[in-house]
């Protein structure tokens, strides 16, 4: 049987929880919302995929080897946020604690160490998952390499890959570089959209076909493909993920260093009460207490156990969120009021105010047959009885309102009469 290879952007789920979830505190003022937010999606994700192997990748502080090549290289993007900082600095730990093996590798991205960890995963012939929302990845992506995007439930394989972006997986190099990414800063063509760029490749093969017929190309985007071919190799380096950086040093037994591994309990019990993360606590105390002593406090145990574990977790998919209030019970109005009634204080019901509402209320016509709409019927105002009217401030707008024109005025079939003409003088009818 194959072996499955998880890999996670550890640094693409950060910011996107960061935006996604409500701000949450400690109990000593400390952010929590992002790093609840992550540690969750982990959860699920490894409940949801059956694995052997995962890890999560981070990105190094500092700049990398692409700023050596580029100086302006991500320029334009701001600083992380101040409410951010912290979380960063403590879910490298946290997410250790969880049993998931954490590489942090300077002068490259985590996209590059991601790239590398799929590239030997496919070589060693194992099934290749990669949880990220970044389209640079979609050139990893082959018949073992496949992305999954836990946000959106998007999984892209090859024909997803050609489906989404219209080129194959390998012209995803050349489709990037002919766009550019203003993200990261790097150049491109002006004006080279998708479009533009897939209608090139679809053409011309590759970046390469397209440069030797950049003369043929008419038009302005011609000319701006023209400016920019002496730009195109840099950029064309600056998105490409390596796939070859040297992990002796963070893998030592190389992908058996990333065998998954169980949660530490005890130590996550101390943490979950620390961050004020009360539904997790209660979780972690009670798979401590299992057996005599903790459980999985050892380094490893069967993977039988660790499966059986994750299982246990993903019966219940809203373990672990924040218990919202219960909503209130519903009941039954009596007859005559409308569903929007509300209820006071002493348990009185009364009908809504609401003149849309009121004008629902209709009564059988003396003949016994129902009010057939607004214009024939009777409606019962507060204890007396009315003709039913439409609504006094949608009598000229009424599109079964029918009156005699003046000689002056025109009907538009948008809202009544003309704006260059006098509308009609219509006296509204207010109930009292």
Partial sequence: MSQTLLLVDGSSYLYRAFHAMAPLTAPDGTPTGALYGVLNMLR????????????????????????????????????????????????PEMVRLMGWPVLVVPDVEADDVIGTLAKQGEAAGWNVV?????????????????????????????????????????????YLTLMGDKVDNVPGVEKCGPKTAVKWLEQYGTLQGVIEHAGEIKGKVGENLQAALPQ???????????????????????LESLRRSTPKWSQLAVEFKRLNFRTWLKEAEERMNEGNGDLFGAAHIGEQAALATEQSLSENPSDGLPQSAPRARRFELPSGYHRSAVRRPAGQIIPSRSRRHRHRDHLAQSD??????????????????????????????TAGFKRSLRPSETVSRKCGTQKNRPKPQIRPTYFR
């Fill in 232 to 254: 195109l190799p840099l950029s064309y380096q600056l998105v490409t993920i390596k796939t070859d950086v040297d992990l002796h040093a963070e893998l030592s037994d190389g």
């Fill in 130 to 174: 990669v949880s990220t929302g970044d389209k640079d990845m979609a050139q990893l992506v082959s018949e073992h390499v496949t992305l999954v995007n836990t946000m959106s439930n998007e999984k892209l394989d090859i024909d997803g890959v050609k489906a989404k972006f219209g080129v194959r997986p390998d012209q995803i190099i050349d």
């Fill in 44 to 91: 699920r994700l490894r409940a949801d995929y059956v694995h052997d192997y995962c890890a999560v990748v981070f990105d190094a502080k500092g700049k990398n080897f692409r700023h050596q090549m580029f100086p302006d290289y991500k320029a334009t993007r701001p600083p992380m946020p101040d409410e951010l900082r912290p979380q960063a600095e403590m879910l």
């Fill in 368 to 397: 016994g047959s129902t009010a057939g709409g607004h214009q024939h019927g009777l409606c019962r105002r507060r204890g007396r009885v009315y003709p039913a009217q439409p609504h006094p401030h949608r009598r000229a707008r």
